[in-house]
């Protein structure tokens, strides 16, 4: 990949964004030196880590490798047997502590939790916690060493305490006893030994050795004879101290050297995968998602943002190359955002290859590219004596001699800087070049002939910028198969220039200019009514479906409830028959006993009058419902709407049709939808239920509390897929009941599994009228939108 390219794609500048997310500075050092990959397989690599840790900071938050050091030195200086410092020590329980905090934070409480590509890097990690225990006991910081760090070194401190305490007792008998003789009443220290102040004249009264004097020479500093040996016992305590630092010192090195491989396996993982969160962290910044990559040399990047650019101002754009076209020309006003289209697609094709995510919607297609070639901006050379033309034409030449059908080419106002005509032409011939070798080429240009030019060009397509003539401002919008109008004249008129000169200058153009004018002012036309049509179209479609969607679900609810019905009836027809069965078997039984005179006569009556008596019951039952029918008032007009009881079914239901002719019509009862005759039918004194009478119910007021209680918000982020599924389905079946139009489920980005699970689930919900993935401010492809039929 060529560095020039990189500079003028603004590469670096996203490097510096991603070392500002490193927390150690050997993991800065790695993402300073992060180049694009030309290996499918290792591109592919690096974004799944990306991915995977994006997901873990999303789900756990970030992770701190600050205290991962380089300890090559020290590393080499433990295999030849030396020993390290108390900072080189510190280095290294420096380094297990991180390592010990990436263990804690790689452990999962669920066991559902499905592995990633980081699993190795974590799983690979050693802390050695009784290496980090023993430096951290003997050591307490840079200038300090334990007590308890050994039990002679335990021993050497309580006798040098003792001793100080001696030397202290009897050089303050002496300040009480000298006193006259001495310039202040302090002990002081000097080479390391305690002295007293005496005055010059008075240095017989004390006797001792002089160590110092003062500038003046008005002072001696006298180590007094009682002391001296004191002193000399305190210094073989001190360098014995030392000593037995240095020995405990080694003793830990002894101990790091025996972990040297973990040790460097720890330094390079931790390095390695501050490195990648680093990636992580980078894209939670910009909101950005893993491009899916290709070998067709196919770019299709939906609802692109520039990483540099205001997120807050910068307008997402759609640009697809490499499919039906391999050559993209793109005109349009000045400040329209052509030259911003340009890097986008430059700088996302670096950064997908570098393994980082590119700030656009999911599914974002990129190709691997051997090398991209940028010529873009003022190239004008003053040291070279070159004009903007001659410094933009060496560029294109260098391009021209390395480019193959693998390279990206990018132009910005493609041989600019001369004559119109000849710079036209040249143009055309460098683009026809590049176009005839297959090579993916995105120009920028004012040149009307280069819309010509895509227009009668297989495989080249025109794009266009969109320029707001009424607001005098761009939208930024890029517009695929519309070539772009200068609009200079329209401008010109709306700032205000005399609209005698303004149409002076339309008499110079040529006939070919206007016509060309024209058709692109007709093409303008044609897209606002296609796109309008368009809209249309789907709105209607989005109509279908959601009825189509209603009538299945309420064919569904009448299957159901006429099987419901069906089963009903059954059961009943059983109870029935039990009930005949257990009758009869009774009256045979009671014959029986009859037959064999075991009983009397009136006992025969009784039983015989028991029958008798439930045979009426049933008829009287049968008789009833027979007058019922017979004597019932025959509704003479009938609305659809109208309340009506079936008498032959004894069901309440609803007109669904008029009678015909034979006087047959559908009554629909509840979900079922039956043809019965008028006849059969009573009219009810009740309210229609497609009455628009709003009347206040317990039902209204119960959904009028759900409305108040349901959030119009779920947060599934961190949850496993079933539990996931579980809580949504309550919360859509409250959220239905609720009435709410539309809800907001928060699923985050992540691998994607748990997205799947919820548009899986969505898919089977009847009521759920339609669901999308957000748009860039709604949360983009961690939130998926759902709305209500």
């Known amino acids: 990949m060529n560095d020039k390219a990189l500079n003028t794609l603004e590469y670096y500048k996203i490097i510096d964004m991603l070392c500002s997310h490193a927390t150690s500075a050997t993991g800065r050092e790695l993402c300073r030196n992060l180049k694009p990959s030309t290996d499918l397989a290792e591109i592919q690599l690096a974004q799944q880590q990306t991915s995977d840790a994006l997901t873990r900071i999303f789900q756990k938050g970030s992770l701190s490798f600050a205290g991962t050091h380089n300890l090559g030195a020290s590393f080499k200086r433990l295999e030849i047997g030396g020993t390290l410092s108390i900072e080189e020590l510190l280095r290294v329980a420096s380094l297990l502590e991180v390592a010990k905090r990436a263990r804690t934070y790689s452990r999962s409480e669920r066991e559902d939790v499905k592995p990633d590509s980081l699993d190795e890097f974590f799983s690979a990690i050693e802390p050695l916690p009784s290496l980090l225990g023993e430096i951290r006991r003997c050591i307490l910081s840079e200038d300090e060493i334990a007590d308890d760090a050994s039990a002679a070194l335990k021993n050497i401190r309580r006798s040098i305490k003792n001793t100080n305490e001696k030397i202290r007792s009897q050089m303050n008998d002496m300040l009480n006893s000298s006193r006259n003789h001495l310039q202040d009443a302090v002990i002081t220290m000097r080479g390391g030994r305690y002295c007293l102040p005496v005055k010059a004249e008075a240095k017989s009264q004390v006797p001792g050795m002089i160590h110092d004097q ?70 939670r910044q910009y909101n950005g998602s ?18 540099l650019l205001d997120s807050r101002k910068v307008v997402p754009i759609d640009i697809h190359l490499g499919d039906e076209f391999h050559l993209l020309i793109v005109t349009g006003p000045n400040t329209g955002g052509k030259t911003v289209s340009l890097k986008t697609v430059g700088l996302f094709t670096l950064m997908g290859q570098a393994g980082l995510h590119i700030p656009a919607n999911d599914r974002s297609e990129l190709s691997v590219f051997e090398d991209v070639f940028a010529d873009i901006g003022d190239e004008q050379s003053i040291e070279q004596n070159l004009s903007t033309f001659s410094s933009h034409m060496t560029n294109i030449i260098t391009i021209l001699k390395n480019v193959s059908e693998n390279s990206l080419v990018l132009f910005d106002e493609l041989c600019a800087g001369t004559d119109p005509t000849e710079g036209a032409a040249l143009a055309i011939s460098i683009l026809s070049k590049l176009h005839s070798f297959g090579v993916r080429t995105m120009a920028t240009t004012h040149y009307s002939e280069l819309k010509v030019f895509a227009l009668s060009t297989p495989g080249v397509e025109n794009a266009c910028c969109e320029f707001s003539v009424e607001t005098l401002s761009p939208t930024y919008r890029l517009l695929i198969g519309i070539p772009g109008k200068s609009n200079a004249f329209a401008i010109s008129g709306k700032l205000g220039l005399p609209p005698e000169i303004i149409e002076d200058a339309r008499s110079r153009m040529t006939e070919q200019d206007e016509n060309l004018e024209d058709l692109i002012s007709d093409l303008e036309t044609s897209r606002i009514t296609m796109e309008k049509e368009r809209l249309e179209a789907e709105q209607y479609r989005q109509e279908t479906e959601a009825l189509k969607r209603r009538m299945e679900e309420k064919q569904e609810r009448l299957d159901s409830q006429r099987e419901k019905i069906i089963r009903q009836a059954n059961e009943e027809a059983h109870a029935i028959l039990r009930e005949a069965k257990a009758v009869a078997d009774q009256t045979i039984k009671n014959f029986h006993k009859y037959g064999q005179g075991a009983a009397t006569a009136r006992d025969m009556e009784q039983e015989r009058s028991k029958l008798r008596n439930k045979m009426n019951s049933l008829e009287k039952d049968m008789s009833m419902k027979q007058k019922e029918t017979a004597n019932h008032k025959v509704p003479k007009k009938l609305r659809i709407g109208d309340s009506v009881k079936v008498l032959s079914m004894n069901l309440k239901g609803t007109v669904h049709t008029l009678p015909n002719d034979k006087g047959d019509l559908y009554v629909q009862m509840g979900i079922l939808r039956s043809l ?29 509390s759900k409305s108040a209680s349901v959030s119009t918000e779920i947060n599934l982020i961190g949850k496993t897929t079933d539990e996931a599924i579980a809580l949504l389905d309550k919360y859509l079946d409250d959220a239905y009941l609720a009435h709410m139009p539309s809800v907001r489920i928060v699923h985050g980005k992540g691998t994607g599994a748990l997205r799947k699970a919820v548009h899986g689930h969505l898919k089977r919900l009847k009521y759920v009228k339609s669901f999308r993935l957000g748009e860039f401010g709604e949360g983009d492809s961690g939130v998926t939108i759902a709305e209500f039929s």
Request: aromatic share 6%; charged share 25%; net charge positive.
């Open 676 to 704: 019965v005759n008028i006849r059969d039918l009573v009219l009810l004194e009740e309210p229609s239920p497609f009455s628009n009478k709003k009347k206040s119910t317990g039902t209204g007021k119960i959904k009028m």
């Open 290 to 307: 893993a491009p899916v990559f290709n070998q067709e040399h196919r770019i299709r990047i939906r609802k692109g943002r520039h990483p």
């Open 214 to 283: 003062s500038s003046t020479g008005s002072t001696i500093f006298i180590e007094p004879m009682a002391v001296v040996k004191l002193n000399n016992d305190l210094r073989e305590l001190h360098m014995k101290e030392q000593e037995e630092i240095e020995v405990i010192l080694a003793s830990l090195s002894n101990l790091a050297a025996e972990s040297v491989p973990y040790l460097k396996s720890n330094y390079e993982i931790l390095t390695k995968l501050d490195f990648i969160f680093a990636k992580g962290s980078l894209a």
